[in-house]
């Protein structure tokens, strides 16, 4: 069974940051791409950024392109979101993925395991 569980949410002021985390179990977590995306209320859910297998290839949405950097530590089977420069906008749930292939893509719909979601609030 694939789990993927996600950490390091929570309430941020305008211009701080964040990292996230998604530890994953049950698959070869070395063999396939990692992907975070995000969902804020009212609205659908949005990519924000992918890693291929090895960590060389990265891809992020124009949004947060300068600010947010995917990084993935194999040995540890985890991804992270590292968020800088934080605006109200980003406030989101945000949710880590593994693709069905070893490259980095940005439509859901080539992602087949799902976290549950981190909550990240941007608020002064």
């Known amino acids: 069974q694939v789990q993927l569980v996600e950490s390091g949410g929570g309430l941020v002021q305008p211009g701080g940051s964040l990292r996230l985390s998604c530890a994953a179990s049950g698959r070869t977590f070395s063999n396939y791409a990692m992907g975070w995306f995000r969902q804020a209320p009212g609205k659908e859910r949005e990519f924000v950024a992918a890693?291929?297998?090895?960590?060389?290839?990265?891809i992020y949405t124009d949004s947060v392109k300068g600010r947010f950097t995917i990084s993935r530590d194999n040995a540890k089977n985890t991804v992270y979101l590292q968020m800088n420069s934080l605006k109200p906008d980003d406030t989101a749930v945000y949710y880590c993925?593994?693709?069905?292939?070893?490259?980095?893509?940005?439509?859901?719909?080539?992602?087949?395991?799902w976290g549950s979601g981190t909550q990240v609030t941007v608020s002064s």
């Open positions: 993925a593994s693709g069905r292939t070893q490259w980095p893509q940005r439509s859901p719909v080539l992602y087949g395991y």
């Open positions: 890693i291929s297998w090895t960590g060389d290839t990265t």
